[in-house]
């Protein structure tokens, strides 16, 4: 099943799916939307609120494994994956949210216990930075310290949008000493040589704080990316009134980038560990992070029945070469400089 499959990440995991030959169920609460979509693909639907806790069982109970594509997943993971628990279903989401990360992990014992994967993180966050984080964290296994830096060109979603309208108001969560540890947005920054060109970036709240730290146990993990200045706007962006205010305008006017838009557009990633030993490097360059998403959900979800059972990130879940299978994407591993 496709949850979420009238939204624009869940209607690219659809397309792609048939695309491949796979069969899914498509589901959701937009009756009309997912009806239509169904009709075009030849797939049957399933009109589902996840409010409906009783309906919910019910449409689970005739499938394997749900792609979780609905958000924000702050709100909506955890009707799905309570859902999924009490049914024996396989869970996958393509959340973004350290807290839902949080939370989904916490789960391990009673998906073991009912014999299921969870796989939080499926699409552009988090399977190219978990996988090559525990790439370069395998190559050095004394390492203390984990810096990941990205890039993702072509626009964002409305869903997405709206998600990162709320984590960028909050400042940089970073790990430091094992511990989740708030900060300025931005601070602190650095240059990251990525393969286009060296790039000043600056610390935000990203999901790796959590999914590399379980999946590498370094215990200082920060995140990068290009960091807007701060100006007046985005100052009162603090406040919830105008909070409110650019999340209706986002609701309005974002729609999403188009396919000439994903097609000329792509991601690229810089990680590096460090330990008294010496530093490593990865660099990776894939496609859109939409369609990037879409191929890592197609290809996970028949592979999620031989996962041992538990919670998982992408590299816990299918090995940190995963990342390599996705259409599009190169990885290189690098000696990196001098430890500092």
């Not at 310290?145 to 400042?171: K, N, Q």
Request: hydrophobic share 45%.
């Amino acid at each position: 099943m496709i949850y979420g499959a009238n939204g624009y990440t869940g209607e690219l995991v659809a397309r792609l799916a048939v695309a491949r030959g796979e069969r899914p169920v498509l589901a959701g609460r937009n009756a009309a939307a997912i009806g239509a979509l169904a009709t075009e693909l030849g797939r049957d639907a399933k009109v589902v609120a996840l409010s409906d806790t009783p309906a919910l069982h019910e449409a689970l109970a005739d499938v394997d494994a749900v792609a979780h594509c609905a958000g924000p997943f702050v709100r909506t993971a955890r009707p799905m994956l309570d859902a999924c628990l009490a049914t024996r279903t396989h869970y996958l989401d393509v959340t973004g949210e350290p807290r839902v990360f949080e939370d989904v992990l916490a789960h391990d014992a009673e998906a073991a216990a009912a014999g299921i994967t969870l796989l939080t993180g499926g699409g552009y966050d988090v399977v190219p930075t978990d996988c090559v984080a525990a790439m370069i964290a395998a190559e050095l296994p004394d390492a203390t310290s984990l810096e990941i830096a990205f890039r993702a060109g072509g626009g964002l979603s409305r869903g997405t949008a709206l998600t990162g309208l709320d984590i960028s108001t909050r400042g940089a969560l970073r790990r430091v000493d094992g511990k989740l540890v708030l900060g300025p947005l931005g601070q602190p920054s650095r240059e990251v040589p990525f393969p286009s060109k060296t790039r000043t970036v600056g610390a935000v709240t990203w999901g790796d704080v959590v999914t590399a730290y379980h999946s590498t146990g370094i215990p200082d993990i920060t995140v990068y990316t290009t960091v807007p200045k701060t100006g007046p706007a985005a100052r009162l962006l603090r406040f919830a009134p105008f909070r409110a205010l650019a999340a209706r305008a986002v609701k309005r006017r974002v729609t999403g980038p188009s396919a000439e838009v994903r097609a000329r557009s792509g991601v690229e990633i810089y990680a590096e560990v460090r330990s008294p030993s010496g530093t490593r490097v990865a660099l990776l360059t894939g496609p859109n992070g939409y369609d990037l998403t879409a191929d890592a959900v197609v290809r996970a979800m028949p592979l999620l029945a031989s996962v041992r059972p538990g919670a998982h990130t992408p590299a816990t879940a299918f090995g940190a070469d995963f990342v390599k299978t996705l259409d599009g994407v190169t990885v290189r591993l690098l000696p990196g400089p001098n430890p500092r």
